[in-house]
């Protein structure tokens, strides 16, 4: 499984259709796809929210990037993620 950050900004109308449903229904669209919600936050700032899954693959991620913008009318930038850990091995490995 992969790690993926979904950040995303509400619209108007996105705003006026909150609801525990549709955050339930947006954690089922993960689910569906294989994945797992480890997180969900708001934030204030550049973005207004925040979702953090594990997700099988990176085609399984744009499709729920996607399903998650149909679903709630929210635009998400979506972004693979590794940790710090790793990325220092990587880092440290020669090409």
Same mark, same amino acid.
């Given at each position: !499984?992969?790690?993926?950050i979904f950040m995303?900004? $509400? ?6 259709? !909150? ?20 997180n969900i936050y708001?934030?204030?700032?550049? $973005? ?13 991620? !744009? ?10 009318g929210i635009s ?7 940790? +710090? ?5 990587? +880092?440290?490995?020669?090409?």
């Open positions: !499984m992969e790690k993926f995303g900004r $509400y619209s108007i109308e996105s705003l006026k259709e !909150m609801s525990i449903e549709r955050t339930e229904k947006a954690i089922n669209l993960i689910n569906e796809l294989g994945g797992k919600v480890e708001a934030l204030l700032g550049n $973005y207004d929210l925040i979702i953090i899954a594990q997700i099988p693959d990176t085609e399984k991620a !744009m499709k729920a990037s996607l399903g998650l913008a149909i679903l709630t998400f930038s979506t972004c693979p993620a590794i940790s +710090v850990k790793d990325f220092d091995k990587i +880092v440290g490995e020669p090409t």
